[in-house]
């Protein structure tokens, strides 16, 4: 596609119930981030896909998340059981593997909202 | 960890007027980058930096890499309306895969 495509654009869930969020990425960007932000504040890493692979999941809050990606392309990040703290927008990016300063595309983000 | 402080964090100001964004670290970035954002949307790609004490110019807005690449700023000239926004710089450090850790971000209100 035309550019990082994350899907649903808002979900709203219960308390433990476990979610799922999709990510898109631009097609041959080989790496590919998922962050978190809340309230408007900076991004929080949570980790990062080479092709298939994630050498970096650092930022995964707890073992309620985990994610996957499958044919170097679409990507899922799983939240088991959910908490109201895990509310937030959820980010996801893709580049170019090589270069200094590579630039990362963003999509517009999933809304989740733990009630 | 890299932790990036950006400072100020809020920042309401009258069109016309000059404003900087700072952002500092105590960590050694080998290139240095700014995002804006607007509400709904992920942050884009505004500059990258490399070299320590590097400048660039984006029309009204300057960006400055520090001299040992520890921090940064963002100046906008005259800042018109459509600046408003969470300005994020993003620093990546040298070796594996350029981990890219973001700022706690800026967000400027620009009114007319």
């Known amino acids: 596609g035309a550019g990082v495509s994350q899907s649903p654009s808002n979900k709203v869930t219960e308390k433990g119930k476990d979610v799922e969020l999709r990510c898109d990425p631009i097609s041959g960007h080989t790496a590919l981030y998922w962050y978190r932000q809340s309230l408007g504040q900076g991004l929080e890493f949570l980790i990062y896909f080479q092709g298939n692979s994630a050498p970096d999941k650092s930022g995964l809050p707890s073992d309620r998340f985990s994610a996957e990606r499958t044919g170097g392309s679409v990507s899922t990040l799983t939240i088991q059981r959910t908490q109201q703290e895990d509310s937030a927008v959820y980010l996801c990016?893709?580049?170019?593997?090589f270069g200094t300063g590579k630039k990362l595309f963003f999509g517009s983000g999933t809304q989740l909202s733990v009630l | 960890t890299q932790l990036l402080e950006q400072s100020p964090q809020f920042l309401s100001i009258q069109e016309g007027e000059n404003l900087t964004v700072y952002c500092n670290s105590s960590?050694?970035?080998?290139?240095l980058q700014w995002y804006r954002q607007e509400p709904g949307e992920g942050p884009v790609l505004l500059v990258t930096v490399v070299t320590g004490g590097e400048v660039k110019k984006l029309k009204r807005l300057t960006f400055q890499f520090g001299d040992a690449r520890k921090d940064s700023s963002l100046h906008i000239t005259a800042a018109q309306p459509g600046d408003t926004g969470l300005y994020l710089c993003?620093?990546?450090?040298?070796?594996?895969?350029?981990?890219?850790?973001f700022g706690t971000g800026t967000k400027l209100q620009v009114i007319p």
């Open positions: 960590s050694v970035f080998s290139s």
């Open positions: 993003a620093g990546a450090v040298s070796g594996g895969y350029q981990k890219v850790t």
């Open positions: 990016a893709s580049s170019l593997t």
